[in-house]
């Protein structure tokens, strides 16, 4: 059925449950999968990223800023995907709008099932909020399995 699942994950309580269920449905079914953190760009550095730059030990500590919750998270996937025996390859990218991240993602690797949590949000706060999950469930034309808690 499924033969590449992609798991985005924000590092939440509600991302592990999703990475969880994917990495058990992905046992089941002999697939593949991937898993991605999505970093939205730190734009307040594009100005003029000049006095930063010139501190000694700046420019690491924004690097890890910036991507090293994310590997945590990351290796916290891998190490599931290796307890249930799946083949695993976890990715973290830059970009804007992480629901199009999610889905150029799972296109460009060839992914046919994206495993994502909601949030459970309802009513108008559903509609204020919004959610990344509602915008991959809109924009994407590859099926979405949405894992509530």
Do not use: W
């Not at 924000?10 to 002999?30: F, N, T, W, Y």
């Not at 599931?80 to 199009?100: L, S």
């Amino acid at each position: 059925m499924y033969k590449h699942i992609l798991i985005p994950t924000d590092g939440s309580e509600l991302s592990q449950k999703a990475i969880e269920h994917g990495m058990a449905l992905a046992a089941v079914l002999s697939a593949n999968v991937t898993v991605l953190t999505v970093a939205i760009p730190f734009h307040s550095m594009e100005s003029d990223p000049t006095p930063v730059v010139d501190i000694p030990g700046a420019a690491d500590f924004v690097h890890e800023f910036l991507h090293g919750h994310s590997k945590r998270y990351l290796e916290a996937a891998g190490g599931v995907a290796r307890a249930k025996g799946v083949v695993c390859e976890t990715v973290q990218i830059e970009h804007q709008h992480p629901y199009a991240a999610i889905i150029e993602a799972a296109e460009g690797r060839g992914c046919d099932l994206i495993v994502m949590a909601s949030h459970g949000r309802r009513g108008i706060s559903a509609i204020v909020l919004g959610s990344e999950t509602v915008k991959v469930l809109t924009h994407s034309n590859i099926p979405v399995l949405v894992h509530r808690s």
